[in-house]
């Protein structure tokens, strides 16, 4: 089993930024995938990045390619996602997952944390 506690979400105005972390525990394997989404209300859960546990670089959604930056310390057991230029339109719970390989649906998720921007 995996645990995921997020943490990072906060208020903030348009054009600033914030720093989620994703602390995980449990046994993790190299081959696991870390990902990050997000959900606003009345919509659906929308992917935001991910990155593999072991290396490789993140991969990104359009819409928050080039603003936001996910990251990971193997040593801390923990994925972070820096979100910079933050919009409005950012509103929304995040929350971070992981799968036990690449193209696997995601079997353990967090609590969410909330993300505000205000305009």
């Known amino acids: 089993q995996v645990q995921l506690a997020e943490s990072g979400g906060g208020l903030v105005q348009a054009g600033g930024s914030l720093r989620l972390s994703c602390a995980a525990s449990?046994?993790?394997?190299?081959?696991?995938?870390m990902g990050w989404f997000r959900q606003a209300p009345g919509k659906e859960r929308e992917f935001v990045a991910r990155?593999?546990?072991?290396?490789?670089?993140?991969y990104y959604a359009n819409s928050v390619k080039g603003r936001f930056t996910m990251s990971r310390d193997n040593a801390k057991n923990t994925v972070y996602l820096q979100m910079n230029s933050l919009k409005p339109e950012d509103t929304a719970v995040y929350s971070c997952?992981?799968?036990?390989?690449?193209?696997?649906?995601?079997?353990?998720w967090g609590q969410g944390t909330q993300v505000t921007v205000s305009s």
């Open positions: 997952a992981a799968s036990r390989a690449l193209g696997i649906a995601y079997d353990y």
């Open positions: 990155i593999m546990w072991s290396s490789g670089t993140p």
């Open positions: 449990g046994r993790i394997f190299s081959s696991y995938v």
